[in-house]
């Protein structure tokens, strides 16, 4: 630890570079970071010299105790990772198990996983908009996403029985069948959305101050995207296209019509629009699937105790942030042998310095918000 | 030009304003539409949804008999060691054979995560979810449960 006179003597003098910056922490406690991240900025003045998060306040270390768990109990884990994409996370588990024991997933429980998805990413990207706009200062969009997202929840609640970490895929299918309300329920939630999402835009898209905060601000060009890693509608914002639905499909994706949503501004604004297209277009899948469910297993029979044959094996889903990768080292066992995730958040939160250097600390927030950065996610 | 581009900001920035008020006025006179959720504060008549995964409980009926053999699938697809059951050997009145059986059924309330993954892997069906939500207690040592009631047994005819 560094005594008083120790700061004040490695501290830059007048006229050597560095003098008169500023070192301030944002976080890990703080509104505006949607959990414990912390952000170590420098400044000169109010203009971003640099930042640099410093992550792992919230390690769990899931990795690592997906080693000690099964092939059906380590599902259940990650929903703790991206909660607010726990359908999707689960997913990819459930699609690198069935990977590796080939084993043919019901088309029941293919159009129920689906179906569970986009309604997933919908809340997700409704949360989002709602917290994004609260860090811009405004409280109002909040309840008004709220709404609708918590009649998603009451649909997840009824057939899962839980409202974020649902654990309801396993591997071969999902847990039980669908609620029989389930399809009155998804229904009423497509009439109440598309009443409900002019509001979206009069309260906050057309506001000419949300405009001017977020046009310009955080621009990443397509070269950086993919030189960082970035996935997900922050990619999709700048126009690269990278919706794994689309490049590689899994599930039923490939048989479904749908259009992947892409900008050419790269900016703030861009990735915003980007997300509020995205909803519209899941609502455009749950349309097809919802009143083509077939009949069927929703499950199929596995053994008691899985084991996935010795190998690699690797699936990638689109969750709600952009590319979820689940890579698996299997030594014949019950239990795997090295799980790792690659998480979307971790790639995004990685361009941030790059976005926002140079720019007024009050644009961190816009761009920041735009990322869409889960914090469990990142850590793991 | 300049003051043109001036004039026209300043025209859509009220015009906006004007868009988000109306819909502010438009929730301000409609107090039916309320969008806000109270906690649920009535216990008596709050019904919650019936899968609704709150606590795992092993259902008795009247003559104090469970469906759980003691077989332990429970416990081996829990995957943080929440559950704990301990068994015994009964002696059958009629034959005189010892027999499995459950003593006690440890449930820890406070390492559950609510997955489901122990009512899913019972093969008699004997535990269940409970749509119960409120759980906090003062003393921790309260959330560690013994599921079987005192004096219980196996129902007939289950293996």
Redesign the interface.
Known sequence: MYRETEIIKDAPQFGEPGFGDLVINVGPQHPATHGVLHLIITLNGETIKDIKPNLGYIHRSIEKMCESLTYRQFIYVTSRMDYLSAHINNHACALVVEKGLQVEVPERAQVIRVLFDELTRIASHELWWGAMAMDLGAFTPFFHSFRERETINVIMEETCGARLTMNYYVPGGVMWDLHPDFQKRVKDFITLYKKKIHEYDELVTGNIIFQNRMKGIGYISPEDVISYGCTGPVARGSGVHSDIRKVSPYSIYSKLDFDEVLETGGDSFARYVVRIKEMHQSIKIIEQLIDNIPEGDFQAKTKAVLKLPKGEYYQSVETARGELGVYIVSEGGTTPYRIKFRSPGFSNLSALNHMIKGGKIGDLIAAMGTLDLVIPDIDR | MFIKDYIK?IA??LK??A??M???GYYFTHHKEI???QYPDNRDTLV??E???GEVVMPHDENNEHACTGCTSCEL???NGSIKIITKFDVDAETGKRKKAIDTWVYHLDLC?????CV?ACPTNAIK?APTFEHSVFDRNKLVKKLNEDGSKVRAGVE
Request: aromatic share 4%.
């Open positions: 900001d859509s920035a906006s304003l868009t988000g109306k819909m502010t969008i806000t959720e919650l949804a899968r609704f995964k697809a829990c995957p995560t609510m997955c489901g993954l899913e979810m």
